[in-house]
């Protein structure tokens, strides 16, 4: 009897075992890159998956192994915050490009509200995924600490604080922040207000830790609070920081924003009250995105290598899947002032 497939039948385990002289263990140790096998036994089972074209079922591959294949790529921002932020598409970008070479399959999932959260938790507990990647961490937010208990594989595109246990890659926020404000101090301005980011988040406190640095390392006196208004990382937000800065501090002559967007929104108001950009004030943003290159007039920025970031946590979290008693590792990506016409 032939133990090669009829036509159109996908090959089984039994018709390789069949063909290669062992038992269906065997081939399901050789499929699965399990030890215990001989060499020669190992060679006629790959020489019969040749033959036959056998390709593993996922779903039973799943089954001894423990793996889906997959992971998470979770987001706890809205829809709206998704679409306008360039940063979550270079780093998402940046993540598909990592995996494109692999057989893992990504999942995009939102957590709005406290039930897509439940959901996730549900999800992960049952194990649907192999691992997970966050990013946007508020400090806050229940989903770092689940994760971390859990012991589910998780990389983290930012931290919660500066002690933050779990795997995570971010830019160098205060780095980027000081130079930036440094440069301005450099340049002879002398009140140089700041829009912050959310500081709720590692990113927009060290973006403003920064700020202050700069002040610091210029020798000069302590920045003065009335210069520093909060924003959100949105252009409305971005609006109104620019709106409450030149009310309460009307003498301002530069603006350091925490991120291009809110820059944007700033280059708006200071058009709107008739501030010549940057004969009166000078503006940088922090990510060097698209958004930097097409404002009027194009936008002094701090670069972050944002798409490179989805990449370090992707090959970050693949190490950890691989082997989840490693060590967690924290890395820091440097940033560089991107010079135009705003400065």
């Known amino acids: 009897m032939s133990s090669r497939k009829p036509p159109g039948q996908r090959p089984t385990l039994e018709a390789v075992a069949q063909l290669a002289g062992v038992g269906r263990g065997t081939v399901s140790r050789v499929v699965n890159d399990a030890p215990g096998v001989s060499a020669r036994a190992r060679s006629a089972v790959e020489a019969a998956i040749a033959e036959l074209r056998y390709v593993p079922n996922p779903a039973a591959r799943s089954l001894v192994t423990s793996r889906t294949d997959s992971i998470a790529l979770v987001i706890p921002e809205s829809e709206s915050r998704l679409a306008s932020e360039p940063y979550f598409s270079a780093v998402i970008r940046g993540v598909s490009t990592e995996l494109a070479d692999t057989d893992m399959q990504l999942l995009l999932i939102l957590v709005r509200d ?59 926020n205060e780095g980027g922040a000081e130079q930036a404000v440094r440069y301005l101090l450099g340049r002879g301005r002398r009140a140089v207000a700041t829009i912050t980011g959310p500081l709720d988040m ?54 350091f924003a925490a991120s291009d967007v809110m820059a944007a929104g700033a280059l708006t108001v200071l058009r709107e009250r008739g501030r010549r950009v940057p004969e009166d004030v000078a503006v940088i943003g922090f990510d060097d995105s698209i958004v930097a290159r097409h404002t009027v007039p194009p936008l002094t920025s701090v670069n972050q290598p944002t798409e490179e970031l989805g ?33």
């Open 114 to 172: 406290g039930r897509e959260r439940d959901r996730l938790i549900r999800f992960v507990e049952a194990r649907r995924v192999d691992g997970v990647l966050l990013i946007a961490v508020h400090r806050d937010d229940p989903l770092p600490a689940f994760l971390e208990t859990s012991g589910i594989p998780t990389v983290l595109a930012g931290r919660r604080s500066v002690a933050e246990p779990l795997s995570h890659a971010r830019s160098d």
């Open 311 to 343: 990449r370090t946590i992707t090959r970050l979290l693949l190490d950890e899947i691989e082997d989840p008693s490693a060590e967690r590792r924290h890395l820091t990506l440097p940033t560089t002032l991107v010079h135009r016409a705003t400065t």
């Open 202 to 255: 590692d990113v927009g406190r060290s973006r403003l830790r920064g700020w202050r640095d700069a002040h610091t390392a210029a020798g000069g006196p302590a920045p003065d609070e009335s210069l520093i208004a909060p924003g959100d990382f949105t252009e409305e937000g971005g609006r109104a920081a620019m709106r409450e800065l030149l009310e309460r501090r009307p003498d301002l002559d530069a603006v």
